[in-house]
């Protein structure tokens, strides 16, 4: 269904009060107006007040209160207000005042239950605030980005305009790069480009990906990662590296991928012990891939009024869709979504923002590569680990001898330190049940006290009395630890080791 036709179903289903949260107004004024057909459409904004629809001069200086007045008191059904659009723009501070409120909510009800009194609100603004006393008699609409065939159109129009020859080739691949952008952010980078090469052709992707980032940086929901390390940085889980070796090959090459009848993939979740890879492996994944990591924090969705936390997390999607192909990290699943069904409940804003992402991880088409990491899944909704939400379910337990040796090894050759005076093989026995962020410690630590003691070089005497110092993890935590592994068993699970 058209944007447009959508519109026009929430007018003639009497849907009182659509709340359209959008930047772009220029495009939002010529949906209104494709819905509106014969219906008059009045304006306001906090500039001017009362203004024209279409020219936007100004027609009376009205404050919000006064304007809404006119289509509040006293109705009729030969008074031309009766059967009209009210735009409000920008007019969310507003929301917060009681009369405001009342007066907004006395013109729905009129809508719903006065005969012959169609007045339909239109809130069009940069920012979401849904009273509480409205939140009943509001529609949220979202206005659909372009899909594939848009964007072409978009660049024939475009091309044409500045009569600029660009293949159909390149189009077809500007088209894949630019999708996820509205209409607005096509045309500003399209300028920029034609301005800095005085051409459109597939060499502008690079452009568009820096753009793409700005759109991160000013979204305050994604943060974008600078991914140095290398997968041979990780030591052990093999089986877990393996398989997103294979990941790797489909998502170089999707194209070619989606020809054979290739699904794009979907992402995985990682459980398991603290300090043993998760948040590794989750960097690692964007740099073999080859895409841009933005990591989710979700305590920076839930926002004050009705609606902005959901809101917020349909931006964040959006966003990192924009972005595609990229990883999208949620580190940490079970400190924003803990006690979600269970007896433990959870907040009607946290249940809500889970029902969304469940159907967007389960109805995602796609190239966001979702990485979501947890420590303790005990706590996590079943739901979440149903098949066709990832790809996989992968666990992560404290590593193994063969592990621990290959990750001793991984930092001392980071330090320069790996030498024939350290034995690795007899560091294993005492390092039973260390993590890897515990034998980082250890090295760390080692190479320190080398260089107060004046020592030439670092040897395995120094690293195993740093070992019989250091408390592991999994003494500090073994309650909770023996917890989270009874947890773990109840799930079919693969074991991201190979050993």
């Not at 609100?121 to 848009?150: A, C, G, H, R």
């Not at 209409?183 to 597939?202: D, V």
């Not at 005990?378 to 063969?402: C, I, Q, T």
């Amino acid at each position: 269904m058209l944007p447009s036709d959508q519109l026009s179903s929430y007018v003639e289903a009497l849907r009182p009060i659509i709340y359209i949260h959008h930047f772009d107004f220029d495009t939002i004024d010529k949906l209104i107006a494709d819905a509106a057909r014969s219906t008059a459409i009045y304006e306001f904004n906090l500039a001017n007040g009362h203004v024209d629809f279409t020219t936007k001069c100004q027609k009376q200086p009205y404050d919000l209160q006064t304007f809404l007045a006119l289509f509040d008191e006293n109705p009729s059904s030969d008074q031309p207000e009766t059967n009209s659009f009210l735009v409000l723009k920008d007019v969310h501070q507003e929301l917060s005042k009681p009369e405001i409120i009342a007066q907004i909510k006395s013109i729905a009800l009129k809508t719903i239950y006065i005969e012959n009194y169609y007045v339909t609100i239109f809130i069009v603004s940069t920012q979401l605030n849904i009273p509480k006393e409205l939140e009943k008699l509001v529609t949220l609409f979202d206005l659909p980005l372009p899909q594939n065939p848009e964007i072409i159109e978009l660049l024939n129009e475009y091309c044409l305009n500045l009569n600029i020859q660009t293949s159909e080739d390149d189009k077809a691949e500007l088209a894949t790069s630019l999708k996820g952008l509205s209409q607005f952010e096509i045309r500003q980078i399209l300028n920029l480009a034609y301005q800095q090469n005085g051409t459109i052709n597939r060499d502008d992707n690079a452009l568009i990906l820096k753009e793409k980032e700005q759109i991160i940086k000013k979204s305050g929901t994604l943060e974008i990662i600078s991914v140095k390390e290398e997968l041979d940085e990780i030591g052990g889980l093999d089986s877990l590296k393996d398989y997103l070796k294979n990941k790797a090959q489909v998502i170089r090459n999707m194209g070619k991928a989606k020809r054979f009848g290739v699904d794009p993939p979907k992402g995985i979740l990682i459980a398991g012990m603290p300090g043993c890879g998760k948040s590794l492996t989750s960097k690692v994944v964007a740099r073999l891939f080859g895409v841009p990591l933005l990591r989710l924090d979700v305590g920076k969705l839930l926002g004050k009024y009705v609606g902005e936390s959901e809101q917020n997390l349909r931006y964040a999607i959006q966003t990192s869709e924009a972005v595609s192909p990229c990883v999208l990290w949620i580190d940490e699943l079970e400190k924003a979504f803990a006690g979600i069904g269970g007896d433990g409940g959870g907040s009607d804003v946290t249940t809500r923002l889970f029902g969304y992402l469940l159907t967007w991880l389960q109805e995602k088409e796609s190239l966001v590569y979702v990485v979501a990491t947890s420590n303790d899944i005990s706590v996590l909704p079943p739901e979440l680990m149903r098949k066709g939400r990832f790809d996989e379910l992968f666990y992560v337990d404290f590593p193994k001898p063969e592990e621990r040796r290959k990750i001793f090894e991984i930092h001392l050759r980071k330090r320069g330190k790996l030498s024939k005076r350290i034995d690795t093989i007899k560091l294993l026995k005492d390092s039973e049940g260390f993590s890897g962020a515990d034998i980082e410690a250890v090295v760390k630590e080692s190479i320190e006290k080398a260089f107060v003691s004046d020592e030439i070089e670092l040897d395995t005497s120094i690293l195993l009395q740093t070992i019989k110092n250091t408390r592991s993890l999994s003494e500090t935590l073994k309650v909770k630890i023996e917890k989270m592994k009874k947890a773990l068993e109840q799930y079919d699970m693969k074991s991201a080791s190979a050993v």
